[in-house]
């Protein structure tokens, strides 16, 4: 198993978790994946399933050979452990329940331009190492499941709940002060990497019912409308910190001409156009004003807002 790739005339290389992205914006398949550092062709593995399978992360095999040695297919030395091991298991009866996307993803992970596999005439012991040693990037990290869209966490979130809550009616557990006990143990064990925030899938959300001043994936519902050449989101309803409540409007800091030519996002115009409340997801910190009792969150990423359908 192996978490990196490139292509066959490429310079660059990507992690599974990065063509996976690519996959859920544009529905591309690319069935040509070759391994950087040996050439040795891959099979991407758990990158163009369908949505909301989590059951393995993304990742590559090797497809009619093995990976020529030194090569590990990672980009670690044979002298190195080959990959970062991530304890995904949860213990009790719900055994392993899946591997959803850990960390939000803002910048690629390798960076270093390479000779492209189809210019190299043959893969030996000092070119392949030379290969390796080209590419920097932080290792702990290729082989984890990550995502630059939190639409990707929260339908593994979704998932993860949806998958507790079958077994526990199959465990007939039908409390729910019990339930939602054993939804809090679960999420709290897969952790969640968001930026200047390490927390889990338990903290790492929260609805506007209650301020928080971490930076966290928001759920929130309103009206939307236009102001200045910008959509803003009218929250439903008030968010309280302390004793005291604040209106509170998502603003997207992005023209509205590129928004509408996002086809995730073109909802935004459909919405606007028929005044119709929609559920909407924002990752940021929600600044509030004491005085006049008002709270905003301001994106500038179209990747750090999700609408649903």
């Avoid at 959803?100 to 993803?105: A, D, N, S």
Wanted: net charge positive; glycine share 4%.
């Amino acid at each position: 198993m192996s978490y990196l790739a490139t292509r066959r005339n490429s310079d660059s290389v990507k992690t599974a978790s990065e063509i996976r992205d690519e996959y859920l914006s544009n529905g591309i398949k690319d069935t040509e994946w070759f391994c950087p550092f040996c050439g040795i062709e891959l099979t991407a593995k758990a990158i163009y399933g369908k949505k909301g399978q989590y059951v393995k992360s993304p990742h590559f095999s090797s497809k009619n050979e093995s990976h020529i040695r030194p090569c590990t297919g990672d980009g670690f030395d044979l002298e190195e452990n080959t990959s970062v091991k991530v304890n995904n298991d949860k213990k009790g009866i719900y055994g392993k329940i899946s591997e959803v996307p850990e960390k939000l993803r803002i910048d690629k992970f390798v960076k270093n331009k390479i000779v492209p596999i189809e210019n190299v005439k043959e893969f030996t012991t000092e070119i392949i190492k030379g290969r390796i040693d080209k590419l920097s990037f932080d290792k702990k990290y290729v082989s984890k499941y990550s995502s630059r869209f939190i639409r990707s966490f929260i339908e593994a979130k979704k998932y993860i709940l949806s998958e507790i809550y079958k077994i526990l009616k199959e465990n007939q557990i039908n409390s729910n002060d019990e339930i939602n006990k054993e939804f809090k143990k679960l999420l709290s064990s897969y952790p969640l990497s968001l930026p200047e925030n390490e927390t889990n899938y338990y903290n790492g959300f929260r609805t506007t019912k209650f301020y928080s001043k971490k930076n966290i994936i928001w759920e929130g519902i309103g009206i939307i409308d236009i102001v200045d050449g910008k959509y803003v989101l009218l929250n439903d309803s008030q968010i309280k910190n302390g004793e005291k409540f604040y209106d509170l409007n998502l603003y997207v800091d992005i023209s509205t001409e590129i928004l509408d030519k996002h086809k995730n996002l073109k909802i935004l115009r459909n919405a606007y156009e028929k005044k119709e409340k929609r559920i909407w997801y924002a990752l940021g910190k929600i600044q509030i004003d004491d005085e006049i009792l008002k709270a905003s969150l301001c994106i500038n990423n179209i990747d750090f807002l999700y609408i649903p359908e």
